[in-house]
Structure formats: C-alpha cells, structure tokens
C-alpha cells in the first residue's frame, strides 16, 4: 500500500468517515482482486464513501485542488481546446481558461498521471499550460456527456432556441443540462463573470426581454432576447435562488452560488414586479476579486500615508463614505487585510458578508431573530475584538453604539452615505449623535468614487486647451496633453479596462477635533483641513487625468469640476 493510499484511509477513519473495519475490506478486496484499482474506487464501490467524500479528501491530504463538476458551469473556450474524443479517451474535463496565465485547468480522478498530462501538454502545442484539479471518477465521466453533447456558449444556444432546433419549454426539468434555458441561463451567468460584470439586470419590456452588464460602473446592453423565453429563465433563476417560483406580485431576495469557469461565485438575486411582468438583478460577487492590498489602490504617496496612519490608532470610528458601488466594502476591507495578524481579534457585522477573510470573524446581520447592527455591535463588544466593522451607519441606535465601542477602546470601521468628507459631520448630527461624541472619537474620513479606467491600448492624446488650463492650476505640474477614450477589441470597443479609485483622505488631530466640537461650519473645516493638505475628490479626479488614467469626462461624471473651474 503506497504512501497517499494509506494516508487517506487514515484520514477518513480519523474523520469517522470509515471504520477500520470498512478500510481492512477495502484493502483485502485490492488485494485478492488482483488489480491496480485505487483504493477510493473501491470504497466508493463497496458502498462505504460518496465518491464526492474521496475527492475533497484526496485534495486535502495530496494538497491539491478539487472541484465538483456537477455544480459547474464549463468555459466554452477551455472545451474547445480539447476535442470529445480526446477527452474521453484520457478522462479529462477541461473546465477554464485563464487568458492572463495561460493555464488550462484540466479536471481529472488522478492530478498524477503524468503520462496524460504529458500528452495533454504535447496536444496544446504550448497554446496553454495544463493545471490539473481533482474530481471524482464518475463525476468526469458524466461531465464529458454532459458539457459536450450541448452547445454552451450563449450565441449558440440563442441559436439554438431561436431556429426551433429544440422546444424552450417553460415547464423546464431543472436538473436536466439538456435543457437549452438552463444552459442559456448557466451561459449569461459565465459570460457576466468573464466580461467582470457586477451586476446583470433581466428586465422584461412589452414585447422582449432586455439583458444588461454594469461594467466599471456604467450599464451595458448586452442582448435583447424574445420575451416568450423570459418565464422559463426567471422559473430556472428563481430555482436556484431558493425562491418561491409561485410567487410574482411581492419582492424577492435569494442567492445563488455556482462554479463559473472553474471559481467559486456568489450571486445576490432580487426580483421586483413591473408592468411588463418581474425584474431580475444578480449582484455578482466574486470572492477572487474582493480584497485589494492598500498598496495596489493607485493612490498618491501622501495619501496612502495618511490612510496607515489612521489604521494605527488603536481606539476611534474610521468611516468610509460614499455612494452606493462607489468600492466601499473594497476599500473597508482592504484595511482589515492591512491590520490583519495573529495577535489582534477583528471581528464583522455585515448585510450581508460579501468575502470571506482569514482570520476575522465574520457575521452577518439577521432580522428574523432581531439581530440588526446594533443589537450585533452589543455582541461582539462582549467578545473581546480589538478592531469591530460595522457594515454601515444607518440610524442613531447604531451610530450610538459604534461610538461606545470606539469610547471603550476599540477600533471601529464603518461606513456612511455622504457626498463628501466634509459632509460626515452634519450626516451624524442629522441622525442624533452629539456634537461633543463626534469630536475626538473619529479617527479620520475616507470618502471616494471610482472612476473608469483608460484602456492604454487605445487611449488618445489632446492637448490641454486655454479653457481647461484653469482646472490643473492646483498641480505642481500641470499637463500639456491629457487622454481620451479610444476604441479596440482589447477593451471590448468601449475605450476603458478597470476602474481606480478617488479618495479624500480627512485624518482628525486636535485642531480639527476642536473646530467640530465647537459646531464649526463645513467650509470653515474644510479650510483647515487644507492647511493640513487635504484635496478633495475633484482635485484627486484631476491628478489621475494628468497622469493619463481616466478622462475629465469620468472624472466630471462622479464629482463636481465647476467648483475649480472658478
């Protein structure tokens, strides 16, 4: 009996998965049947094990990757790389592309036949390398019936449906893969991952059905589709959001989980009714994409200081405002990561948690056994954090709350909804705390908007003109050319990859602590903040346009220019 053999019976009687007795089988009948037959195949066969049990404990103990390719929805560019046939004959699934590595991920019931993987890799011809993942026997099998006996990409299954080649039934069998809905909506889900979609509306009009992306932001229409096919995919969403399907006159909230392109993906559903029947939105969140180092935010040297420097305080509230998807969560627990080690307790109270981080623990906030914020904040204050998130401020009973924990020695990150730094003052005094709290207990304000980043493929140069010479005057160099939007296939003919970020930083110190307490007007504080070297989100808008990452356009979009224009 080889090493990894023995280590996984061990592993699974130590779990109380088998019994000694159950592996003493396994083994006589390995041994009697005279065959080179892999000990989880035969405890699968005898009966003892779920072939999913094997797997899960067959990447643990070898340390590799495993994957469950019935919840899996495949990358049609990773399939076709590798024919029917061949894949059959060497019992491989070839579940995703990653264009930036340039790793196929290929899974397979053994990552350590190195004869298929050598023959895997001489097929490619270098077009990719092979990363082998670990899934169970029959799983693969049933995969290769599965994902190649069917169109997956979302072209041609709207052919598909569209040419009558199969009847889209509305009274669909939800665990049937053959169905062309279930493989149109597995499709647009894969599709919104790979474009780095946040959110895809469903929105049925009089006579058809409008899918949008929001990307870096901004919402895309994607496709218009006939409406005769919007019932059996809003059945087949509804489905696998665990939503009433009966239900259509009332709001609905649910959740999804699913495997997109070999990653593990959350999404939000919320269904609304309008006059042409039931909205539907998936929040997409992608827990690959969630946290962010302070490091990798683009932010200026002064104000990634700034930033440390308040993380360090070890009592006070450090909020973080601005509007809704203007990266708030991102930039919140960006700082948990910084501030993240062994000998502090970090503990969170969300709605709901959006990405899971080591070490912190996480919760969530749940009415049906009233646990609002702060109800959830008296918790975990008697669990002995030193650092507590608070996903948001919303009323006084909370904001009170945060502000005991912070008088009390903790370190409390929340956020806020206010259009400025500045503007945090008069937002907690609206919602009933004390002037004389606020002062000395604030570490500091983050307030931000996330702008869309220029693709540099195809950005253009303009020279900076007599009329716009005015809003650059704040730099110590002023630009000569700035960047336009270009178009090209590398960012999908729209002229921007990615967003960035813009911050105003506003660190509290005694001064500023002093002016607050004593009821001091925005501007007056804002004054003083300048004298401290504080810029506002437009100056900051401006600094990345010099540098040639975004547009006066997208910076003019989320913040006000005309008040530098002047």
């Not at 609304?272 to 909205?279: D, K, Q, R, V």
């Not at 206010?418 to 000395?440: H, N």
Request: aromatic letters at 4%.
């Amino acid at each position: 009996m080889s090493p990894a053999k023995k280590r996984l019976g061990e592993l699974l009687i130590d779990e109380g998965i088998l019994t000694p007795d159950q592996l003493e089988i396994a083994l006589l009948e390995q041994k009697t049947g005279g065959s080179q037959e892999p000990l989880g195949k035969i405890l699968v066969r005898l009966g003892f094990v779920s072939e999913e049990i094997i797997r899960d404990q067959l990447g643990r103990s070898l340390g590799h990757e495993s994957i469950d390719l019935r919840r899996l929805v495949p990358d049609p560019r990773a399939l076709s790389m590798i024919d029917q046939e061949t894949a059959r004959r060497l019992r491989v699934v070839p579940v995703a592309l990653d264009e930036q590595t340039g790793q196929l991920v290929v899974a397979m019931h053994d990552v350590f036949d190195i004869v298929t993987l050598d023959r895997l890799t001489s097929m490619l011809s270098g077009e990719a390398e092979v990363k082998p993942v670990l899934a169970g026997s029959a799983e693969v099998e049933q995969a290769i019936d599965r994902f190649y006996g069917f169109e997956v990409s979302l072209d041609g299954i709207l052919r598909e449906l569209e040419t009558g080649e199969q009847e889209a039934d509305l009274q669909l069998e939800t665990d049937r893969y053959s169905h062309p809905i279930v493989r149109l909506v597995d499709a647009i889900l894969t599709d919104a991952v790979k474009k780095g979609a946040s959110d895809i509306h469903f929105e049925p009009e009089e006579g058809y059905l409008r899918l949008r992306y929001r990307i870096d932001g901004v919402l895309q229409q994607i496709r218009v589709l006939h409406k005769r096919y919007w019932p059996g995919m809003l059945v087949r969403m509804k489905v696998m959001a665990e939503m009433n399907i009966a239900e259509s006159r009332a709001p609905q909230d649910g959740h999804i989980q699913l495997s997109v392109a070999g990653r593990e993906i959350d999404f939000r559903a919320a269904t609304h009714p309008t006059i042409h029947g039931e909205n539907l939105v998936l929040r997409v969140l992608d827990k690959h994409k969630g946290i962010v180092p302070l490091d990798s935010l683009g932010l200026a040297a002064d104000t990634l200081d700034a930033i440390r420097r308040m993380a360090r305080r070890p009592e006070g509230i450090l909020l973080v405002t601005g509007p809704t998807g203007s990266g708030k969560t991102t930039t919140l627990y960006s700082l948990l990561s910084h501030i993240n080690e062994e000998k502090i307790n970090i503990m969170t109270l969300e709605d709901p948690v959006e990405y899971p981080l080591p070490m912190v623990r996480q919760s969530a906030v749940n009415p049906s056994v009233k646990l609002d914020f702060a109800a959830g904040i008296r918790s975990l204050m008697r669990q002995d954090p030193d650092v507590i998130l608070v996903g948001e401020i919303r009323d006084r009973e909370t904001a009170s709350m945060a502000f005991r924990a912070a008088m009390t020695g903790h370190q409390v990150l929340s956020t806020l909804h206010t259009s400025s730094a500045v503007g945090v003052f008069s937002r907690l005094r609206d919602i009933g705390v004390p002037t004389d709290l606020i002062a000395g207990n604030l570490i500091g304000i983050i307030a931000q908007r996330l702008v869309r980043r220029l693709c540099p493929a195809c950005r253009k140069e303009t020279e900076v003109g007599a009329d716009m010479a005015g809003l650059f005057g704040h730099l110590e160099t002023p630009p000569r050319v700035i960047h336009e939007a270009g178009r090209c296939e590398a960012c999908h003919w729209l002229g921007y990859r990615g967003r960035i970020v813009l911050m105003e930083v506003l660190p509290l110190d005694r001064e500023l602590d002093a002016l607050v307490a004593g009821a001091g007007a925005p501007h007056e504080i804002e004054a003083l903040a300048r004298k401290k070297g504080f810029r506002s989100l437009a100056e900051e808008g401006l600094r990345q346009v010099a540098l040639g990452n975004t547009t006066l356009a997208e910076v003019g979009r989320v913040t006000h220019l005309q008040a530098l224009s002047g």
